[in-house]
């Protein structure tokens, strides 16, 4: 039985008390949170329970096993680096950390000292991503020769990050959840419509061969789109979150190519168009299966997923598309392995 | 009476010839085509034509005032060229030329012989854009902040051109119609999944002041997407050219700003959300608004919104799109004032 | 302040506690279920109500002003005969009874004692009838010439009522709320596919005038549908209530008549196509608001739209329909002025 | 070589003649309308055909040895009468004929001479409706318990037809082509919002067993919609015209019942939700296919799916829904075996 402590009592805080509370194996023993009284309030529901203002209470608690951080990003890596050297197992709301070399350092602490640290890019464990996945992983689909993500609404103009920070999370880790290859350059460019804060931005990354990824994150949209399509050399998917149930469409689409016997030189295109399926998705609470994992990894001493390394993959490419960002689009490289 | 001449009579100049027979003022009198068959097939439904294979037989026929031009894009320059040398009124299909550096010549020809040199932007006359553009200039809409611009679908490879002539024409066509503001520097990054020719392409125009444009064309898209997002300081509008019949949606959506009266630093948002507007959308060919205007622009001498200078501020765009692309992403300037 | 006890504690009753419990002016005291497993569970969540298993209990107890119950159809009238008989108002999940006769016998019961009866026909309260009712009450559709509702999905299959009972008091709820006109006679139609309970049924309510309204339930469709079409002399609307922001879309289309100057017997018909327009929805609980109107109508004893004589139109319309769907679509009168 | 004359050259006459023309196996000879520039204007494109404003012409030449038939219905059956009498093979527009008796004295007729007779069902040679039968025909979706079925839009207001006649052909065509049991009765209801005629309708076709067929056809809509829901046993079926692509989807959903254990009398439901799969359509012009059939049976002397007696089968759903809307909703009983 593990006990685990939740820190931060905000918007996602209170999700992760209530999955957590559901889930055999753990307890949720402490809340924290800077505001006594978002503590308390959240308190009131889960009476056994017991709250604090100060995270060190709970590191310094010998009882705790495992912390989830669900506190503003800047914040993540004092509070996870304490957490570690106190020997706590870290479940960090996405991303991991505000810079690379952060997670870089949380990512190494974590591995020394033989602890668990997830980040929660929830989507990785939604029932369409792991579908996804699974056609990927099957062949199904062929090499992927592009992804193209589109993540916009009228959303909350967050002060603290930029809308770059904020959404691509989410998109950055389902591509390099899906992706192989390895990630070589970025550009983004991004526009602050109103004040200093870009709430728009389109990001490309370019991996090895001819395979773009590129995000389109917006929070001044006046339509909400959640759509990945996926071109693949043998199928093409198109994934749209906001589907009620068939969020996911494989089509049987699609370009052979050949040479062309009367020349050398040239290629010919053939071009293949079929059926659509739509499979069954899983409808299971994706942060129930984050929280699971992240519990199972404490237990088997295996790495989830979304591990310390997956997450520090996603900072990798947010900082670069950050330095691009600042430089009106300009390619920033990113180191071979890392 | 116009007399008119189309050369090219392959995928878009049949439609040319169908729209001049049906308008008053002018006549079509020769069928241009290096093909006799294609020509006489095309010939068989307009009986008062006359056929050829050489353009230079309709240069220099006297009883020629105008031509249309609806041939590969690297003859657009040599073909118009010698028509306006020749006299005559110029109508060519999208893009301009191949270059910035040929249009620019097209267009100083044609001003210099006081010529009508037109672009086939047919989409600049589509009841959609009208509207759009009526919306614009009435105020409606506020401040363009941004325009976001997808037009993918399972299409033809070209082996002339690449994905970014064949088709980022219309969306930057539209673009530059819409924007009063001067466009700075231009990024693309393209992918050539199969040969040597990108069949995908995105493209960032960052205009003065923050506003962004991008596009993302694509010949290997498993569904067919039309579709623009203009995000207004005041209102915004979603264009989907699919849709049957509500094309624009306007949203009483957005953001407004005003600083915090307890921090001078700080900015406050206020989000706005109310009705959404669907004007009905004139359903007028487009093709024949642009043939009359072109017809209007020769007996008036005051030039359409599709003139020599509008195509020429499009391919200026294109090349410096092509030009980032090939250096991956580079940031290309644009010369001020061009 | 009014203390209020809430009668059935499976589906629907932990909803009606849940928005008792925020509203002023009330306070949630008693829950009663059957099953004390099912009260105690709901009890924890709510530590100030007591629970019971006799429905006596709450009656007997003066200290209760109002009850909520949320039980299956056949036990609504001996609960609310006892509940209205002890002095109480009382709120009662739809339909409001199983017969006319009941519902009737209710209705007057409750006026004799000078108590609220009221029936939670929740869509009523919702934001996108709310608006629909505001434009024709404000003319702009002009007549309502008909409306059609269609209410079907994989449902689940009840074992006490059919599908006509548990989802078209929905739609002619809605019906009844709008057209003011009085019904006439109503045929259905309806098939058993498993079983011998009704699992899909058509429902035809003609009107005083030209007007018709016709429904379609189903529990055994692919696909969920939530749609009405409302028909208009002026204007015409659709409403999709799984649409998440544009519910309500107000058509500017339609047909005009007018006599041939031509011929004395002769009509002819102009046709309106203009603009679309999707008004901005409140998103304000239903539920909440049912509620409000609930304790509104008990403070100031004038009924709210949902009373029982609104109740009691929509069993008249079930039951004819039911005796009509028994006899393979007779036509069932409806007795004028009931 | 088959000599074909179109009769009527009005709204569809010139499909015929477009595709008649295309076919191999036949030439169309003549064009015959009441109104002489018509015919004369279509004759233009079709230099090889003759004119005449007398059908009597055409079924007086020995040359001609089939005829289509696109004119109002009400002359279908003098027309089509007096073309088998002279030993023409007829290919009628839809419905057959005007009434029921005289659609069942043309297959009579045809039969005794050996003639082939055909109704224009075009929908029955579409890709989508070939691509349900085959799934029917497989067993794929199991018994068919209900098809329901939708053809709405802002439609043209006939003078000499109502919507029943006008739009409910297709539907029917459609149900009778799908289900294999026998029609037992029909009721109808209708509206006539302006004038006489009515412009919407539902109908109910109740088929031996279960088994219910049921339409909703109108004018008068803002929105167009042509959507077909297929309840199967084992799966169900979408069938949306107005997709570009995915026309048909394929639910791999349902209802499973078993007797409870517990309980001789009770029944328990299970349900299945799965896969949804869209087939490939063909896309195949279906006129094209229709004109094809109608030259094959001629040849072969095998009626094709459309023959007489299918036209037949449809006329007398259309009479019976007519004498059941003008009756209030009445059911109409059809003879078995008619």
């Given at each position: 039985m593990r006990n685990v402590a939740v820190i931060g009592c905000g918007y996602w805080g209170p999700n992760l008390v209530r999955v957590f509370s559901t889930l055999d194996g753990c307890t949720v023993r402490a809340l924290c949170d800077l505001d006594p009284e978002r503590a308390a309030s959240l308190q009131r529901r889960y009476p056994a329970t017991r709250t604090c203002t100060d995270a060190r209470a709970v590191f310094d608690d010998p009882?705790?096993?495992a912390v989830a951080i669900c506190t503003p990003v800047h914040s993540h890596y004092p509070l996870a680096r304490a957490a570690?050297?106190?020997?706590?197992?870290?479940?960090?709301?996405?991303?991991?950390?505000?810079?690379?070399a952060a997670a870089e350092k949380l990512v190494r602490l974590a591995e020394d000292r033989h602890l668990t640290l997830q980040v929660d890019h929830t989507f990785i464990?939604?029932?369409?991503?792991?579908?996804?996945?699974?056609?990927?992983?099957?062949?199904?689909?062929?090499d992927i020769l592009y992804v193209?993500?589109?993540?916009?609404?009228?959303g909350l103009f967050q002060s603290d990050v930029n809308v770059l920070w904020d959404l691509a999370p989410h998109d950055v880790s389902i591509i390099t959840h899906l992706v192989a290859a390895e990630p070589r350059w970025v550009t983004a460019v991004g526009s602050a419509h109103?004040?200093?804060?870009?709430?728009?931005a389109y990001v490309t990354i370019r991996f090895d061969g001819s395979l773009i990824a590129h995000l389109h994150v917006n929070w001044l949209a006046p339509v909400k789109i959640r759509s990945t399509?996926?071109?693949?050399?043998?199928?093409?998917?198109v994934y749209d979150d906001l589907e009620p149930s068939e969020k996911i469409r494989v089509y049987e689409k699609g370009v052979t190519m050949h040479n062309d016997p009367?020349?050398?030189?040239?290629?010919?295109?053939d071009y293949r168009t079929g059926d659509m399926f739509a499979p069954y998705i899983d409808k299971t609470e994706p942060l129930e299966r984050s929280c699971r994992a992240f519990l199972d990894a404490i237990e088997t001493g295996v790495p989830s997923v979304t591990d310390g390394r997956a997450g520090l993959a996603v900072v990798r490419i947010l900082e670069a598309a950050q330095e691009s960002m600042r430089a009106d689009g300009k390619r920033v490289a990113l180191a071979?392995?890392?």
């Open positions: 009882e705790i096993d570690l050297e106190t020997g706590k197992h870290v479940l960090l709301e996405k991303p991991l950390a505000h810079s690379a464990y939604s029932g369409a991503v792991r579908k996804i996945r699974e056609i990927v992983d099957g062949g199904e689909i062929g193209d993500s589109v993540r916009v609404n009228l109103y004040g200093r804060v870009e709430n728009q399509l996926i071109g693949g050399s043998k199928r093409m998917i009367a020349s050398r030189a040239r290629v010919l295109v071979p392995g890392s």
